[in-house]
């Protein structure tokens, strides 16, 4: 069994801390904020995950020098916009070689990096990966099976995430498409936000379906341009991950796009959920990565034009609906 560390006691952090302490490794979980640990100690129940009991083993920390050394496996699961910033704290408690697995979703604003490839930057000596899929913390809490694809370059390096996840109600799958799955996980919060939107206007099961297959088209067309394999945007990291996220009101990126859709503006919509709404952030930087790529993204860019540029949403669907004729497939 392992020692591990979960950075980030948000609800995924912690349903994986959970998960980790089931498996039977020595899990310890660090927030940044000291009153989020004391209060995760004395209830025992993470506010993120409702009344769900975390398991007796599990260790709390806001030290991160104490979270970090001497253990085999590091879980990075802030908010994506704080990675990096976490990596550089925590580079120097790390080992040579230190196991790092990251499970935020989203594209660095300017950079225009990924979480693998922000964290390779500042612990360049550290075997990083990702697991991803379609997994909301609240059923992953609940031990209601869930399936996810660990991903790292050396498939060995995968499989050894695989083991160390998996069990009997979450299932993992491995790959060596690290590209594909962290492109699938942060533009889906964007189609995500879309969807929400079309929700929030009134429309029907038919209209969340086009932006579904539609917005996974889009990613993997951006996908293949960086490099990235079709068949993952066609599995549990792309299309798994986007129904999922834009069929339920767990999904706080669709819980937004409800409310821009109902007319409210940007930040209200952001107030209103309460949380950070990453889809917002992933917006111009996946819009920014098309514009370089010059892969077209039409929903990207109307969720953009809605977000930052006062364009309202039903319009924003128009546009969509009276693009030039193409073919379904002809331009991926
Ligand atoms: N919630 C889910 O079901 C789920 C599932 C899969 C992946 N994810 C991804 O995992 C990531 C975390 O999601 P979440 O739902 O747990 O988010 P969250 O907002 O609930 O939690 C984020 C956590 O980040 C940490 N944090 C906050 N401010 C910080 C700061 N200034 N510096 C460092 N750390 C800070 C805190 O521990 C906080 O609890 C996101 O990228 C999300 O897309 C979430």
Known sequence: MAKASVLGAGAWGTALAMLLSDNGHEVTLWSPFAEQTEELRRTRKSAALGEVELPESLCFTSDLKEAAEGRELLVFATASVYTRGVAKEVKPFVKPGQLIVCVAKGIEDKSLLFQTDEVKQEIPDALVTCLSGPSHAEEVARRLPTTCVAGAEDSEVAAKVQQLFMNRVFRVYTSTDVRGIELGGAVKNVIALAAGI???????????????????????????????????????????????????????????????????????????????????????????????EQVEMPIVEVVNRVLFSGLSAAEAVQMLMERDPVAEWNHI
């Not at 917005?215 to 066609?234: P, Q």
């Not at 109902?262 to 209200?268: V, W």
């Not at 309460?274 to 952030?281: D, I, M, S």
């Open 198 to 292: 079309a929700d929030g206007l009134g429309y029907g099961d038919n209209t969340k379906a086009a932006l579904i297959t539609r917005g996974i088209a889009e990613t993997a067309r951006l996908g293949v341009k960086i490099g990235a394999n079709w068949e993952t945007f066609a599995g549990l990291t792309g299309i798994g991950d986007l129904i999922v996220t834009c069929a339920s009101m767990h999904s706080r990126n669709r819980r937004a796009g409800i409310l821009i859709g109902q007319g409210k503006s940007m930040e209200e919509a952001m107030r209103e959920v309460g949380q950070v709404v990453e889809g917002v952030y992933s917006a111009k930087a996946a819009l920014a990565l098309a514009e370089r």
